[in-house]
């Protein structure tokens, strides 16, 4: 009885992750821990086996297995590119923690991996004047901003000119610019960040902000960039990549690197919820996750290769 307690709830988790099962709350709050219940699911098997019991062993092995080869990819990557003959992109990503980050830590990003976009969440009035002080504005001269005193406020920073696009708003703002890429190139920008799922009342809102992010993959490119709160365990996140896109830190094999919470405790256990969703016509050269000084979410760096040759 004991293995077969043990079993069952992790056969139905992967069944609920297979068959993306996990609309509504409280699932789609659970569904971004798989990783650790795929885990969970191996001492399940180990224990089935010490106890001889055969079938609840054997459904805790399958379970492992299927939740493994949901999540594992991840961490193996696919098609990453070489810069090589192409134009390149550098996108950075960064959640300021409603702006108590170190604006010094943005401006220490910028001068390290010399970011082409810069999109921020949980962007405030206050912290966009300590930017312009730390030097930001020269080294990312052009920028559209929705700040707000909370922590619903986003912005975009770019190296080249940008054209400000309506704004999506929900509980959070999510800024949206077009920037002007050389050789007459255009690419479109959203800083994404959907309220969390924590409870009923917003778990709806999440998925619907989720699902009406522009699609990739035809017309004029998107970069999606931000904090998701989603991962890949969750079907309206993957129902978004799914519309055009690829997502930095999976192609690269590292889309298992956590970056949240950023202080490393354990609980919450660490999450991936930040992303950078290029067009899949786009190709991504590497993928990193860096430390954010006084922030509860580590910042993200993406090299992409624009489609066609270097211009």
Do not use: C
Not at 31 to 60: D, K
Not at 249 to 269: N, Q, R, Y
Request: glycine content about 10%.
């Amino acid at each position: 009885m004991v293995a077969w307690i043990a079993a069952i709830p992790f056969a139905i988790w992967a069944v609920i992750r297979l068959f993306g099962l996990d609309g509504g709350y409280p699932l789609e709050a659970m569904m971004p821990f798989t990783p650790y219940v795929g885990a969970a699911a191996v001492a399940a098997f180990a224990l089935g086996l010490a106890l001889r019991s055969r079938a609840p062993a054997v459904l805790a092995a399958v379970a492992a297995l299927a939740l493994g080869v949901s999540v594992l990819p991840r961490q193996f990557g696919s098609d990453t590119v070489s810069a090589t003959g192409h134009q390149t992109l550098n996108v950075l990503a960064a959640n300021v923690h409603r702006g108590h980050a170190y604006p010094t830590g943005i401006v220490h990003l910028v001068d390290e991996l010399h970011p082409d976009v810069l999109t921020i969440e949980e962007y405030t009035p206050r912290f966009g004047r300590e930017l312009t002080a730390a030097g930001l504005d020269s080294r990312l001269p052009h920028h559209v901003l929705d700040a707000a005193k909370s922590s619903s406020g986003t912005a975009i920073y770019s190296r080249f000119p940008l054209r400000r696009l309506p704004t999506a708003s929900y509980r959070f703002l999510m800024a949206r610019a077009e920037a002007s890429l050389p050789g007459g190139r255009r690419l479109r920008i959203v800083a994404v960040h959907p309220f969390p799922p924590v409870n009923p009342t917003v778990t709806g809102e999440w998925e619907e902000a989720l699902s009406t992010l522009p699609s990739g993959g035809h017309g004029t490119p998107w970069l999606l960039a931000g904090d998701f709160n989603a991962t890949f365990d969750q079907a309206p996140f993957r129902d978004l990549v799914g519309r055009g896109y690829r997502d930095a830190g999976e192609t690269a094999g590292k889309g298992l690197d956590a970056t949240f919470p950023a202080d490393g405790s354990l609980f919450p256990p660490p999450i991936t919820i930040d992303h950078i969703l290029a067009d899949e016509r786009f190709g991504i050269v590497s993928y990193e996750v860096e430390p954010l000084p006084n922030s509860d979410h580590h910042a993200i760096f993406a090299e992409l290769a624009l489609p066609g040759p270097a211009r």
